[in-house]
């Protein structure tokens, strides 16, 4: 017996969003000469402006949203705890380092991606050795061990912030909020989205026995080991992939999967497509009016997430019938 | 028939030792009482007979084959467990938590079948929460999740049941209700249960042995109406103990 929920609704809301994201912008294209662009019938500027420009741009930050929010469902199950975001584990702060380092070196675009990528993960590794190095795994430990080790990379960002000359500050500003300007390696984070999906979903029944404690869930038979292991890799490189792209974009990872709680949504089969699906849309459509809403000022994708996600999230908090 | 057997178990918790050289075999159609003191190692016994701790030495058999080499979910089919006390979980509602039992019985990919949810249904029934099933657990008293958690043990449709404190947060009428009907399954050809409990009377109505643990890792064991006297009370809870009643009615008064 299984009650579609609200996975029709974001199946439709998927497309819906990449149509807004690309027929939104300086040059207004209209419903006819965008479905000439897709159809490949469109003077060669618009066919440019909607294939090489727009649905880029809209693809990367589905990829983000979908990278993001997907993260954040599995690490609150995994951390047991509704405040766990993907970057509560430091993976933002190394990633920060790493692409502010790199900024501040002066290195290209698709080096600042690789090296935020690099730092993400070198971060992970740190918490996740660091909270093993004595005694088992405990979701307290491995909590506080991420939320100091964030600590101290918010000291480096500061100091990197403190030292760079004036001129890199605004992009390295933008980057801390968020900002899909400069997005690149596309394919990659479609293949971590992918492979986030794939490998969760068969974890997914297990996630739910998950939800009643580590013990439970190991008494009614799920492969404890293999769940922990699976989604603290998955998560990290999900989330590290994200980062790549867009920087630390806030609150899509922590927001969307809530949002789906309170729509009904807590069984981790349907919460995971979902989550990826409503977090993808979310944010195609945070980023189209955050580079049309001020036009022709560009705004970084992260404050709009928070604008927009905030009274949405407290609207549905204050009506829901769960507390 | 033995079903769940302790060969030469000994448990060590924190350097102390709370209970050595146990040999125990639980047959079918028992009902067993774990008593001790706070910190005797009922609990810490429990897990480790549920599969779930390894012991410090030997190994724990069940249907003859130690436990920790059987796949977790061929485990699960044969035995349920209920735990002293349930972690606050995220957003999910009573049904839900109900058919987390049917998770063993489940193909991976499997969805809960009508016959999953009409188990999961009388499971609730059972424990007189028919109408709570859309309920989110968080609205719900600490005596009714309780209760939510033995229907996913009922749902679970384990034969060998291990309950550590069932009768945590129940009220006396549903102390009994419960007990009852969770004795009432050991009828069942194959079934069993083993219990830890608090209240020596309890177990005398509902248990038909018993494993008294010691403070000094000793261990009593065998029927309870056998076991069970002021003495082993007196050594077991450090306090004195008076008997009323007499053979097949008898209860025991703390000083």
């Known amino acids: 017996m299984r009650r579609p929920g609200v996975t029709p609704f974001l199946v439709v809301l998927a497309p819906a969003s990449l149509l807004f994201a690309i027929g939104t912008g300086s040059v207004h294209l209209g ?33 983000v949203g979908a990278l993001l929010s997907l993260s954040g469902a599995l690490l609150q199950v995994l951390l047991r705890n509704p405040l766990a975001d993907p970057y509560v584990l430091g993976i933002s702060g190394g990633a920060a380092v790493a692409a502010l380092g790199s900024m501040l070196l002066g290195l290209g675009s698709a080096w600042l991606g690789l090296n ?6 070198a971060s992970m590794a740190v918490v996740f050795g660091l909270s093993h190095m004595r005694g088992p795994w405990t979701q307290t430990r491995l909590l506080l061990t991420g939320v100091v080790v964030a600590a101290g990379w918010g000291a480096a960002i500061s100091f990197l912030l403190a030292i760079s000359p004036g001129s890199d500050v605004r992009g390295m500003l933008f980057w801390l909020i968020g900002d899909l300007s400069y997005a690149n390696h596309i394919g990659w984070a479609y293949a971590a989205l992918a492979a986030g999906l794939l490998l969760s979903l068969p974890l997914a029944r297990g996630l739910n026995l998950y939800t009643r404690g580590e013990l439970v869930a190991a008494a009614l038979g799920a492969n404890i080991g293999l769940i922990r292991t699976t989604v603290y890799v998955l998560a990290s490189v999900m989330t590290a992939t994200a980062v790549m792209l867009a920087g630390s974009v ?37 980023d189209t009016l955050a580079r049309s809403a001020m036009a022709p000022l560009q705004l970084p994708v992260g404050v709009i997430t928070a604008l927009l996600g905030v009274p949405i999230f407290l609207v549905l908090l204050t009506r829901a019938r769960f507390p | ?46 897990h480790a007979l549920s599969g779930l701790r390894v012991p410090t030495e030997g190994q724990v058999c069940l249907d003859g084959r130690d436990i920790r080499s059987q796949r977790p979910r061929a485990v699960a089919l044969r035995r349920g467990v209920l735990l002293q006390e349930s972690e606050p979980g995220l957003a999910a509602d009573v049904m839900q938590t109900v058919l987390t039992g049917r998770h ?28 709570f099933a859309e309920r ?73 042995h ?25 050594q077991i809870y450090c306090c004195p103990f008076r008997e009323i009643g007499s053979s097949g009615d008898r209860a025991f008064l703390p000083e």
């Not at chain 1, 806030?250 to 789906?260: A, E, S």
């Not at chain 2, 069942?188 to 209240?199: S, T, W, Y």
């Open chain 2, 136 to 208: 989110s657990l968080a609205t719900l008293s600490g005596g009714e999740r309780r209760r939510v958690e033995i229907a996913a043990l009922i749902a679970q449709d384990a034969p060998i049941c291990l309950l550590d404190e069932p009768t945590n947060h129940l009220d006396l009428h549903y102390q009994i209700k419960i007990l009852d009907l969770i004795a009432t399954r050991s009828k069942r050809p194959g079934h069993l249960n083993v219990m830890v409990l608090h209240d020596v009377n309890l177990a005398m109505r509902f248990c038909s």
């Open chain 2, 104 to 131: 063993p019985h489940l193909s991976p990919w499997g969805w809960e079948s009508p016959a999953d949810h009409r188990m999961a249904s009388a499971a609730l029934a059972a424990v007189d929460l028919k109408e």
């Open chain 2, 1 to 46: 028939m033995t079903r769940l057997e302790a060969r030469d178990i000994r448990l060590e918790i924190g350097g102390k030792s709370l209970c050595t050289d146990l040999n125990l075999a639980l047959n079918a159609g028992e009902n067993w009482a774990i008593l001790g003191a706070n910190g005797s190692g009922k609990t810490t016994l429990l």
């Open chain 2, 210 to 234: 018993g494993l008294l643990l010691l403070a000094n890792g000793n261990h009593h064991h065998g029927p309870l109406d056998e076991v069970l006297d002021t003495r082993v009370l007196e």
């Open chain 1, 116 to 121: 935020a990528f690099i730092g993400s993960l």
């Open chain 1, 250 to 286: 806030g609150f899509v990872g922590l927001i969307i999967p809530h949002l789906l709680r309170l729509l009904g949504d807590s069984d981790y089969r349907r919460l995971i497509p979902d989550s990826a699906l409503l977090g993808g849309s979310f944010l195609v459509i945070c």
């Open chain 1, 31 to 63: 419903w006819a000469g965008l479905w000439r662009a897709l159809t490949g019938n469109a003077p060669a500027l618009d066919a440019t402006i909607v294939w090489t420009l727009r649905l880029p741009r809209a693809a990367a930050a589905f990829a």
